[in-house]
């Protein structure tokens, strides 16, 4: 199947700070990326759908200001949250959806686990 | 509103076979997936279902009735490995995932 890497896998933060996500599709090119958070033992929960070329699209309760995202070329797409708190600590995992695949499902990287103290 | 129903957990015998069961409530269909999530890691595709029937992959087979919203996971020969949490979710009219909340599998020896 279609390879999704993220990077950094693990980041520990101090409050107030920025953290940056990148997720890139490696042999693909995804036009679409999702960007995903799950809380222990909870199901993943879409933030927002990351277009290429254009504004990414937030789900209800999802703040823009404070979880920047930009798409800049089909290969990849970052996630910055900004001024991050404790309350933001979670995993945090992207998908890109292979349109030439099979079945238009979606391949997800390897999730960042993020800690902000 | 859009809903996806499945066990919260199940627990089943190494070398046996568990069943497990997802029922939508969607607005529009395009597919219901199965994937599979172990603690710590991201989820892996399992299996697509877009017409009713069943579809067989090694172990794992996937079963779909659209007319009933329903679905099941089947896995067979059950190993330790398989201990995970097991994602259904189905595609909307916008092709946007709709993700049920994950049963965690248990398999003991």
């Known amino acids: 199947g279609a390879v999704v890497s993220q990077h950094p896998s693990r980041v520990i933060c101090k409050s107030g700070t920025s953290v940056k996500i990148e997720c890139r599709s490696l042999d693909f090119q995804a036009t679409t990326m999702f960007w995903y958070r799950q809380f222990p033992k909870q199901s993943l929960m879409l933030m927002a759908t990351?277009?290429?070329?254009?504004?990414?699209?937030?789900e209800q309760g999802v703040e823009k200001d404070k979880f920047l995202i930009n798409h800049a070329s089909l290969t990849l797409s970052t996630l910055t949250v900004t001024s991050a708190h404790p309350e933001d600590s979670s995993f945090y995992i992207c998908s890109a959806r292979d349109l030439g695949g099979d079945y238009n499902e979606q391949f997800f990287g390897p999730g960042t686990r993020l800690t902000v103290l | 509103g859009q809903n996806i129903d499945q066990p919260t957990e199940m627990t089943a015998t190494e070398g046996a076979i568990v069943q497990i069961n997802c029922t939508y409530q969607?607005?529009?269909?395009?597919?219901l997936f199965w994937y599979q999530q172990h603690a710590g890691e991201a989820p892996t595709f399992l299996s697509y279902n877009v017409l009713d029937g069943l579809e067989e992959k090694g172990r794992f087979s996937s079963f779909l009735s659209r007319s009933k919203g329903y679905s099941y996971l089947l896995l067979k020969e059950l190993q330790m490995k398989d201990s995970a949490s097991y994602l259904c979710a189905v595609s909307d009219s916008n092709y946007q995932l709709i993700w049920g909340a994950g049963t965690k599998l248990i398999i003991k020896p």
């Open positions: 969607t607005s529009g269909f395009n597919g």
């Open positions: 990351s277009n290429e070329g254009s504004k990414a699209t937030y």
